[in-house]
């Protein structure tokens, strides 16, 4: 995969498609893309439906990065969830609701950037 990445050209691609989304994201409101939900988002989409789309080398590689996720998720799914059980039963209550509000916080910026990604998947069949 990474022979093909590089003599795609896709580094360059990928370079500039990321420096146009950027440019496209920062503005109005979106001032920190680690904030995604909202103006980001917002401006992700108007990015997106101007005719700019993901070059589908790099595409390949996000595909490929959630297939992983998934099966990671889908095979040590259960262990996770017991260390994390093991973890929490070791934090104070206070800890405990700091971890959640972490995680949904993480969980809600990613479910946005879902949200446009999918929203704009390219056509690269």
Partial sequence: MANEWCSS??????ADFVEALF???????CVDASQFCGPCHDNAHAHFSAGNS???CMDNVIQKGIAAYEYVAEAYGDQVNEWVG?????????ANAKAVEYRDAVLKQADCIADAYNDHIPDCA
């Fill in 54 to 56: 993901i070059p589908c």
């Fill in 9 to 14: 050209g896709c580094t360059g691609q990928s």
């Fill in 86 to 94: 093991l973890v929490s039963d070791e934090l104070s209550a206070a």
């Fill in 23 to 29: 440019k496209g994201l920062h503005g109005g409101q």
